[in-house]
């Protein structure tokens, strides 16, 4: 706040006070402040944020609200000013960075250590003077400027809290357990705090005082360790500890005394949940039981969250697992929290992936279901014990015990696909002015073929034959006498469909992860290999001889994840050059029969495609007229189709006018994407497939892996590049392997020119349409169409 207060007369500052969800709201009143109320009085905002805001939508609504506005900006608009708790993302961002080269910074970061300058140290020496002349000895429970003022010191803190050094473990009084609850609640909640109401509700059952006593009174001698405040004079007064380090300090002193963390939760939980919780307190035991932080060990790029809260990691680490379930266990059956699923999800979770107890974690998945039924993140814990249950190694499982676990495993997952789909179908129909776009949980997809690896490999190992049974080249009807269990046979429904729906959900993700690309977070790259890995286990490495010559040609090309269009294009990540070239041979074989399909022509061109950038063979076709003879395939395909369209058909950089339809193929190729992809990509960035590179033929075109690889040097890294920061571009020598494009920004769209036509095409960074004027770019194509990326102003000197 003071850093707004020093920049007032600069900026126009201001904090985000309101929800993250009421982001077009925001960026009205952020574009108003710009403004100044007159499109005359422009001057940038500083804006203070928390860091939980979704930044991309943020921007995303301060761009269409400049837009609606008609409002030409040379100046920056925002700077989004972005407080957080923790070093730990800035670190992992830094570490990212430095990983793949990025030198030109578009966020810059300041993090804050608790080592004061000698300047500092000056200003608070003359501080604590004034305090103290003020306030005299009173000052020296001041403790926040004080520990500030120590430089944190540990000696401090610990004279501070020295009162608690005689608190025994039996017959605390009820200030005592008070203090308890606001040390614990504020060493894992910081910022949290109890109403004055309920802490004298709670003190009022001491009949050693009598009266109406104050509280600062009732909590002698801890009273210099909490504060009471006001956030408004509407709202009562707040009671918290004086400092975090405090509360932090106190919790270990009290644990050391015999009141350990899980004595003082579970009697703050009884306590507190007799009467009406209050949805700020609700929302505080929340965070306290069932927050995860980001993980700050191990590797910097991974940025899964810790299993549990901190709360609940340290009663594992300090005590055990099972008072950890007990504390849960009390807020999850609380009548007061009795509608709240997250609490016995969290113990379900610690009961199977902790304590190993599948029994009691499924009751309670089933009742963290039965409270929220129609969540798919708490369904997906139901089919997470079973698969856990199957995975556990330790247990010596039979075949039947293990298609009766997958059975459950799968079912619970199919179970979490379907209220998935229903929540993405429902948020769609919201207001999507005034609700952040959440993208479709994959989830249950992806765990389904994580069980279906693990059942594969469990059974395997047992009896080779399986092999064959799951692989669909026997019927297990034939060979129950060598699998040794006739009862094997109740299965068979299960048996029977395994290999279908592994294809159908391998098909779903490698699509979903071709195409799009999260704009939160990278997508993690084991998802992706799991699923191939599934699928691949599923077809099976042989060759039926029975078959005829088309199904064993489709058999070659499931073998090498190529079957679809989305395989095809993404062969560059998981094969070598041979293997492209059997590609295109088989896509050729199948379009040589009578009566191809177009797609199958569609994924021959795009694997030759491929296969240029494999090995930069010349082809001196260029399939235009091919593609005309074909009629468009079925809807399922069409995207596809209409990529392949302007691929073919994009003007080359001699041509002087590009074809007549081009704007209306490139009208085709969107609304092919809207109709198949539109919803599935809901809040997803879209990865550019190929970017336009010189030439005539279809060698012109650069698959994103061949430039990937040309930036990172390093054929073997994995393909999770940032294309929405662009910095890629500005390597040297991707700059000389793409060809580089003029065209014009013109009422927030940006045009390509070819001679005297225009073409608009998508811009990858709204934020480069304020400024009309000619530009340059790069051309890239994502399967929705053209894209506009490193975007650079042309600065046309007049002649006069």
């Known amino acids: 706040m003071q850093v707004l207060w020093d920049m007032r007369k600069t900026l126009r500052c201001a904090a ?48 269409a609200e400049i837009e609606e506005q008609q409002i030409d900006v040379d ?9 957080v708790r923790s070093d730990h993302a800035v670190l992992k961002t830094e570490h990212y960075r430095e990983k793949e080269g990025v030198k030109d910074r578009g966020t810059s970061y300041v993090i804050l250590k608790r080592t004061l300058s000698d300047t500092e140290k000056e200003e608070l020496d003359t501080k604590k003077e004034e305090l103290s002349r003020k306030y005299g000895a009173k000052a020296s429970q001041f403790h926040g ?5 120590s430089n944190f010191s540990r000696d401090y803190i610990q004279e501070a809290c020295a009162v608690l050094n005689t608190v025994g473990r039996k017959n605390k009084p009820l200030k005592t357990q008070l203090l308890s609850f606001l ?27 009598e009266g109406d006593i104050s509280l600062v009174t009732r909590m002698q001698p801890f009273s210099h360790l909490i504060i009471s405040f006001q956030h408004d004079k509407k709202y009562e007064n707040r009671i918290r500890m004086a400092h975090p380090t405090i509360a932090k300090h106190c ?162 997952f199919e179970h979490e696909e379907e209220l998935a789909e ?47 049974v799951l692989t669909k080249n026997v019927p297990m009807g034939s060979v129950l006498e060598s699998l040794g269990d006739n009862k094997l046979f109740r299965f068979r429904d299960l048996i029977k ?109 795009l694997a030759k495609i491929m ?39 994009w003007p080359t950089d001699d041509e002087d006018k590009p074809v007549s339809d081009l704007n209306q193929l490139i009208k085709d190729a969107s609304h092919a994407y809207e109709r198949e992809y539109k919803t599935m990509f809901r809040s997803r960035y879209l990865r550019p497939i190929f970017f336009l590179g010189p030439g005539k033929t279809v060698n012109r075109f650069v698959h994103r892996r061949v430039i990937e690889i040309l930036w990172t040097k390093d054929a073997l890294q994995e393909s999770n590049t940032n294309w929405k920061n662009e910095s890629i571009f500005r390597d040297s020598i991707v700059e000389e392997r793409l060809l580089k494009v003029e065209g014009v920004v013109r009422n927030y769209r940006v045009y390509a020119r070819f001679r005297d036509t225009e073409i608009e095409v998508d811009a990858n960074r709204r934020d480069c349409l304020c400024r009309s004027g000619h530009v340059s770019f790069y051309i890239g194509f994502t399967i929705k169409g053209p894209v506009a990326f490193s975007q650079m102003v042309i600065e046309i000197t007049s002649p006069f």
């Open 16 to 63: 985000l006070m309101g929800s993250p969800l009421e982001r077009t709201k925001i960026a009205k009143e952020v574009v108003h402040l710009f403004t100044g109320g007159s499109k005359d009085d422009l001057n940038t905002v500083l804006l203070l944020i928390n860091e939980e805001f979704i930044l991309e939508h943020l921007q995303d609504s301060i761009m």
């Open 75 to 83: 100046i920056p608009v925002v700077i989004l000013f972005i407080c």
């Open 145 to 149: 400027f004080n520990i500030l003022h």
């Open 183 to 209: 040390s614990l609640l504020n060493a894992y909640v910081p910022g949290a705090y109890l109403l004055e109401s309920d802490c004298l509700d709670f003190l009022r059952h001491d009949n050693s005082l």
């Open 251 to 412: 919790t270990e002193l009290l644990a050391i005394a015999g009141v350990p963390r899980s004595d003082t939760a579970r009697n703050f939980l009884t306590q507190f949940g007799l009467k009406e919780v209050s949805p700020c307190l609700l929302g505080f035991i929340k965070d306290l039981l069932t927050k995860r932080e980001h993980k700050k060990d191990g590797s910097m790029e991974d940025s899964d969250l810790e299993k549990f809260s901190t709360l609940i990691l340290h009663i594992n680490e300090i005590e055990d697992k099972n008072q950890s379930a007990s504390v849960l266990k009390v807020a999850s059956t609380s009548k007061k929290f009795d509608k709240n699923s997250l609490f016995p999800q969290a113990l379900a979770r610690l009961c199977y992936g902790e304590l190993e107890d599948y029994k009691e974690a499924e009751i309670w998945a089933k009742k963290a279901i039965k409270r929220d039924p129609k969540k798919s993140f708490i369904a997906d814990t139901l089919g997470q014990l079973h698969k856990n249950h199957l995975r556990n190694k330790k247990l010596s499982l039979k075949p039947r015990q293990l298609l009766q676990l997958a059975q459950k495993a799968n079912e619970a």
């Open 422 to 468: 229903e929540e993405h179908m429902k948020s769609l129909t919201e207001n999507e002015k005034s609700k952040v776009q959440w993208s479709l949980n994959i989830r249950g997809q992806f765990s389904f073929l994580q069980v279906c690896n693990i059942l594969f490999d469990r059974l395997v190992i047992q009896n080779e034959t399986w092999k064959d």
């Open 497 to 605: 469909n395994l290999r279908d729906k592994v294809e159908k959900k391998f098909v779903f993700l490698d699509t979903f992860l071709t195409y799009s690309q999260s704009v939160m977070k990278n997508d993690k790259s084991y998802v992706s290999k799991t699923a191939a890995d599934c699928f691949q286990k599923y077809v099976g490495s042989s060759i039926p001889k029975d078959n005829d010559r088309l199904q064993q040609t489709f058999q070659k090309l499931k073998q090498k994840l190529a079957i679809t269009s989305a395989g095809v294009l993404s062969c560059l990540d998981r094969t070598c050059t041979s293997d492209i070239e059997h590609i295109v041979k088989w896509w050729e074989e199948i379009c040589q029969r009578n009566n191809f399909p177009t797609d199958a022509f569609v994924n021959f061109i």
């Open 611 to 649: 296969l240029s950038n494999k090995n930069r063979a010349a082809s001196s076709s260029d399939y235009k007229n091919d593609l005309k003879l074909r009629k468009p395939p079925s809807s399922v395909t069409q995207p596809e189709y209409h990529l392949l369209s302007l691929l073919l058909f």
